[in-house]
């Protein structure tokens, strides 16, 4: 089997690392005169990375066959976290803290729990982001961005 | 003799109001956080990280000491009463400790995991304020090549120590070494794989780092577990504790034996030293220790209250014993030095030979807080709110996540009031995630990340020095040393395997 979620990991860190080594060896030769330049570190990571990827790689394969997969559907709730949070940052500073975290953190309780209960779960991503805007700017003095300035 | 006295004094720190809050929330939050089962008191010191930038040094290394005791004996709450290990380092706990749970004797099981923590939290602490000074004055020794060395065997230690993994290790590690060369070079006017990107001309940030690694990648690990622990909730909510039923009897300790409490301390002392070991191998080791010496063996398991005492002297001895190269050599022993040791970073102190020296006004407070934490605070807390511990299963969930998230995220802000260090913590969170998904330890890509600046340094001024010698790394006397204790350690713990016992298993 070429590809199990795995294999597929580790042939991602493997071009990431190979990338690495050519962006490495751009950099220029790693000695010049006898010293070590900027690019000598970097190759040897790189080809480590690489030699490490590989017996990653082979080991997967000598690996007996995974068992069949639980009847359990796949989640991929964690999918939707980084979707959240990644709207969240874009939101971050132009919608300001409250509306976008208001909506943030009720997300992700309703991810995490179901959708039921949504006043009570407005409430308190309310509570919440109240007492986080308190902790932040208040008790720790960070200036969060708001829609008033 | 002066650091100690200065340690000492340190103590009138703690009648400050304010310290001593910071000092006690920090201790509550690190326990809350170490009795959940799936939340570390790493993840609460990394949540607290950015906070760090408004508090003094002082106040924000006590309150980090704070968190790291609770979050040693924290474990211990759930690994005894519900037999799932709030923390890694309690998981040997929950082989004495929930036995006797079960024959009703729960509480009496909290009070010697107390009494063990508080013993062995209290002797590691004090080792570390008796010997980090002279340990600092021997790192004045170390050279240019012998530190090279030296990082080279931390990274390589805590690679090979990943038992079964070590290719894995090996290769998160590679990763943190490549996070680690992003930036400006350290020797020549040269920045490398920026792409372009002014943003990174600086290096990776050590924050996002730390709460994508600990905070948003494990909230990403919670919400792709399928793992229920309402059943665990719910047997929460049947436990009953008594206040009085805390108190070990005398015979009980009689049977311990001083001797196993101070054994278990020093083995938990000195496996923190060690780079990556943690609460867990000490604890491990500890037990292993205990059992093996024990003229009754065949009890431990079935709740003997020797386990206990030895797998939580031991792990909260690690507290101390990790900090003695995170002091002296800014080498992190487990992933709370790594944080601890990023405090100290965010304020402008290079840990080091001469921190103990030059800075030792801000090391003392931290060791004062720990031994305080150890000997005050772990009784108290266990004695006023004990009986209350158990219902933290009971959290919601969701609000729990949704909090940590929020203060992730903002909290990676806070640093530089910019968007793409809010970006860089999730990229680190997503990379932790499906690292630790895949088996790779993300401790060791952290070390890497946090050791590689200074490894390629020293790498580069060593070979400069010698003019391209390699030799010179066997022909220096304090880089051979390293050299040789990295051969010792890859013959104990790759060529050299332990036998099993069937206990241990086990608990495995």
Redesign the interface.
């Known amino acids: 089997m070429l590809m199990n979620r ?1 294999l597929l ?2 042939y991602v ?1 493997l071009a990431v ?1 190979v990338g ?1 080594l050519i ?2 060896m751009s ?1 220029g030769a790693p ?1 010049d005169e ?5 690019s ?3 190759i040897l ?2 080809a ?2 690489i030699v ?2 590989g ?2 790689i082979t ?1 997967t394969f000598r690996a007996a066959p995974a068992p069949k997969r639980s009847a ?1 559907p796949p ?1 991929y ?2 999918l ?3 979707v959240a ?2 709207f ?3 939101a ?2 132009t919608v300001g ?1 409250f509306t976008s ?1 208001g909506l ?3 997300a ?6 179901s959708f039921e209960k949504l006043i009570q ?1 407005a409430l ?2 309310v509570a ?2 109240l007492a ?1 805007y308190v902790m ?1 700017q208040y008790l ?5 961005p708001t829609l008033w300035g | 003799m002066d650091f100690i006295l200065l340690v000492f004094s340190s103590f009138s720190l703690l009648l400050d109001p304010v310290i001593l809050t910071y000092v006690i929330l920090g201790f509550v939050i690190g326990t809350i956080f170490a009795a959940i089962p799936g939340l570390t008191a790493t993840l609460a010191m990394a949540l607290l990280l ?2 760090t ?3 003094n040094v002082e106040t924000a290394l006590m309150a980090c000491a704070s968190i790291y005791m609770a979050g040693m004996c924290g474990g211990s709450i759930t690994a005894t009463t519900i037999n799932i290990p709030g923390a890694p380092s309690s998981m040997m706990t929950a082989l004495d400790g929930y036995p006797l749970q079960q024959q009703g004797k729960g509480a009496l099981a909290l009070g010697h995991a107390a009494l063990g923590s508080m013993f062995g939290g209290a002797l590691g602490a004090i080792l570390l304020i008796a010997l980090a000074p002279f340990v600092a004055e021997l790192s004045l020794l170390v050279k240019t090549t012998g530190k090279f060395s030296l990082l080279a065997f931390a990274i390589i230690v805590v690679v090979i120590a990943q038992r079964g993994k070590v ?2 290790a ?2 998160a590690a ?2 943190g ?2 996070l680690a ?1 992003v930036g400006l ?1 350290a ?2 006017p ?1 920045t ?2 920026t792409y372009g990107n002014s943003n990174l001309t600086a290096g990776i940030d050590l924050m996002p780092v730390i709460i994508g690694t600990f905070a ?1 990648a494990e ?3 919670q ?4 793992r229920d622990i309402s059943a665990a909730a719910a047997a929460a909510e049947k436990v009953k504790i008594r206040r009085r039923d805390f108190l070990p009897p005398l015979s009980d300790i009689r049977r311990i034996g001083v001797g196993c409490y101070i054994k278990s301390s020093l083995i938990g002392y000195f496996v923190g030293t060690l780079p990556g070991a943690g609460g867990s191998m000490g604890s491990f080791l500890a037990y292993t220790e205990a059992m093996r010496t024990s003229r009754e063996p065949e009890t431990f398991g079935k709740g003997n209250p020797q386990g206990i005492a030895a797998s939580e002297s031991a792990n909260n001895a690690v507290c101390g014993g990790a900090m003695v190269p995170m002091l002296t050599f800014g080498i992190p022993g487990d992933p709370i030095t790594a944080i601890m040791l990023g405090v100290l970073v965010i304020n402008g102190i290079q840990p080091g030979p001469q921190l103990m020296s030059d800075q030792a006004g801000l090391i003392a407070p931290m060791l004062a807080a720990l031994l305080f934490s150890a000997v005050v605070l772990i009784p108290l807390t266990l004695y006023l709110i004990g009986p209350y511990f158990i219902k933290i299963v009971s959290i ?4 729990l ?3 940590i ?3 992730a ?2 909290g990676s ?2 640093a530089t ?1 910019s ?1 793409f260090q ?2 860089m913590a ?1 990229g680190m ?2 990379l932790a ?2 690292l630790r ?2 088996g790779l330890p993300v401790i060791t890509m952290l070390l890497g990340y946090i050791l590689g600046p200074n ?2 340094e020293f ?2 001024r060593s ?2 020095l010698s ?2 010698n390699p030799m010179t790394f066997l022909t220096s006397p304090d880089s051979l040393f390293f050299v040789l204790l990295t051969m010792v350690f890859i013959y104990f713990l790759v060529i050299r395997k332990p036998s099993k016992s069937p206990v241990l298993a086990q608990g495995k």
Request: glycine fraction near 6%; aromatic fraction near 18%.
């Open positions: 795995q990991f580790l860190i690392s690495y962006s490495a950099l000695t006898g010293r070590l330049t900027p000598f570190f970097p990571v790189g480590a990375a490490f990827c017996v990653l080991q359990e989640r709730t964690h939707w976290i980084v949070i990644f969240y940052i874009l971050f500073k803290y975290s943030f953190v009720f992700l309780i309703v991810l995490f729990s779960k308190i991503s919440v982001v986080g932040f720790f003095g960070v200036r969060l | 950015p906070l930038y408004t508090l290719a894995q090996g290769l590679c990763i070494l490549m060369t070079d020797m020549e040269i490398r794989f948003i909230v990403l690990m919400a792709s577990s399928s919601r969930k969701d609000v996540y949704g909090v998230c929020l203060l995220v903002v802000y806070v009031y968007t809010m970006f999730l969170g997503i995630f499906y998904r895949n490894l390629e790498l580069r070979l400069a003019n391209g």
